[in-house]
């Protein structure tokens, strides 16, 4: 069943005139008057309804029952990402929130390779929060992950919350996933630029209590890292 975000207060009941953003997705994927849809607002619970026509290009959805699946991984797990280039940056919203990042935190370090005014920083962090809500429509998530406006690596690593463990991919980590003894709740994961940390930043981040851990013995990328330790550490301890 097509699945929609609509940032409304959402009702049983109720019958919601839809905005252009969804009715150029039900005209992309032909859709019929009564088929029935899924609209979420981010409250985690998502709404059954059924499509009317109410004129050219103007669609109503009646909602039918209101559902709360439980979609949501039982970790929570904030990524500090430090901005990369091209569309990578883009990949790694996307998938992180797949699977199941709460929130993102963009950042720039001494190795970024980019570099944004602050007109351009806004608009870049307006399409990654698009980005997540469209990731959300396709794997099913009710709740939709926060990304935060970028900031610099040394900001983010005193201001993101306290979590039960953090942990930095790093070259120089002698520590794998398999050897942390304590199994936690909630994770902050730190993942470096395409020419990784500086040793400056490295012993700042474990200065703030990170964890130097290594995946193997390759170095990866860094839409690669990300994505990779995310995956195992939904392995371990999420609900992989």
């Known amino acids: 069943m097509p699945r929609f975000y609509l940032a409304d207060n959402i009702c049983v009941s109720q019958t919601i005139t839809l905005p252009e953003s969804i009715t150029r997705h039900i005209k992309v994927l032909r859709l019929k008057n009564d088929s029935y849809i899924t609209l979420f607002n981010g409250q985690n619970c998502e709404y059954q309804a059924r499509l009317k026509s109410a004129g050219k290009n103007l669609w109503q959805a009646f909602i039918i029952d209101k559902l709360c699946p439980q979609t949501e991984s039982p970790l929570n797990i904030t990524l500090i990402q430090v901005i990369s280039t091209g569309e990578k940056m883009d990949f790694t919203v996307q998938k992180a929130t ?9 950042v720039v370090s001494q190795h970024s390779n980019v570099r944004l005014s602050e007109e351009r920083a806004i608009k870049r962090t307006r399409r990654w929060q698009e980005i997540a809500i469209a990731s959300c429509e396709q794997c099913g998530r ?21 979590t039960d463990i953090k942990l930095l991919l790093s070259p120089q980590g002698t520590m794998r996933l398999c050897n942390i003894e304590q199994i936690p709740k909630t ?3 730190l993942i470096g630029a395409e020419g990784g940390l500086s040793d400056n930043e490295e012993q700042l981040a474990q200065q703030n209590n990170f964890l130097p851990i290594r995946l193997g ?3 990866l990328r860094t839409e690669t890292a990300g994505l990779a330790t995310l995956s195992a550490i939904q392995t371990i301890w999420g609900d992989f």
């Open 187 to 189: 994770i902050t994961l």
């Open 98 to 106: 797949e699977l199941g990042v709460n929130q993102i935190y963009p």
């Open 142 to 162: 009710n709740t939709i992950p926060k990304i935060f406006p970028i900031q610099n690596l040394t900001t983010a690593l005193t201001q993101t919350p306290t």
């Open 217 to 219: 013995q390759r170095i």
